[in-house]
């Protein structure tokens, strides 16, 4: 069974552009969460989808968006990049349907730098 | 609001030592608790969980105990390899809120041979 695959794997980008971050989850995997890790503030939760709605959110301005597909696979963007957008963006995969505290499965990431 | 606390790094050790790691956490009601690891170049991976007070998490000879009354997970290992090499994440899912997982600051440990 593949795991979680998040495309592309680094990304350079300017100040002011926007970006788009591809996740797909594995196999059978109805819910995808995103995770911004920075050497600062370290791993944070950023939202989380099932079955194409947002089912969690968290602290991030609303720069910071993402959407899910019927197939679930999940994409996130960040519009007007900003320096401090550099991190390492991190997608998970779970079932979503058991009640609670489910097994995560995280992929490799996206580097992001913005220049 | 949640937090995780825990002891920053690097920890440095040679192969065959003890290893602990401090985690203490701030929630309200009765979190679940995890340890993930990251190797260099990967995402994370969960090593282990506990659910509720006094249970304990154990994998890969790695062990945590959830302590209500201190707050506390502390991750140990008996003999350490250097394949154990990576960075430790304490962290907490609120009791109702499944996944929204609220992570420590980490912990580099580097095993010497």
């Known amino acids: 069974k593949a795991g979680v695959t998040q495309t592309p794997r680094y990304l350079i980008k300017t100040r002011g552009q926007q970006v788009t971050l591809s996740c797909s989850p594995i196999?059978?995997?109805?819910?995808v969460s995103w995770y911004q890790q920075t050497p600062g503030q370290g791993l944070q939760f950023l939202f989380e989808?099932?079955?194409?709605?947002?089912?969690n959110k968290g602290n991030f301005p609303g720069r910071f968006s993402g959407r899910q597909f019927s197939n679930s696979r999940s994409e996130m963007n960040v519009s007007t990049l900003e320096l401090g957008d550099s991190a390492l963006y991190l997608c998970?995969?779970?079932?979503?349907?058991?009640?609670?505290?489910?097994?995560?499965?995280f992929g490799s990431g996206t580097q992001l730098s913005v220049l | 609001g949640d937090s995780v606390t825990q002891m920053e790094g690097p920890v440095t050790l040679s192969e065959e030592a003890f290893l602990t790691i401090n985690c203490t956490y701030t929630?309200?009601?009765?979190?679940?608790l995890f340890w993930y690891v990251q190797y260099p170049g990967e995402g994370l991976q969960l090593l282990l969980k506990a659910t509720k007070a006094d249970d304990k998490g154990s994998n890969k000879g790695f062990e945590a105990t959830y302590r209500k009354e201190t707050t506390s997970f502390h991750l140990e290992k008996g003999s350490v390899q250097v394949s154990d090499s990576a960075v430790y994440f304490c962290a907490l899912s609120p009791e109702a809120a499944g996944n929204k997982l609220t992570f420590g600051g980490g912990t580099r440990v580097l095993v010497k041979p």
């Open positions: 929630a309200t009601g009765y979190p679940s």
């Open positions: 989808y099932f079955s194409e709605t947002q089912r």
């Open positions: 196999s059978g995997h109805r819910s």
């Open positions: 998970a995969s779970r079932t979503g349907t058991a009640a609670t505290n489910e097994k995560l499965f």
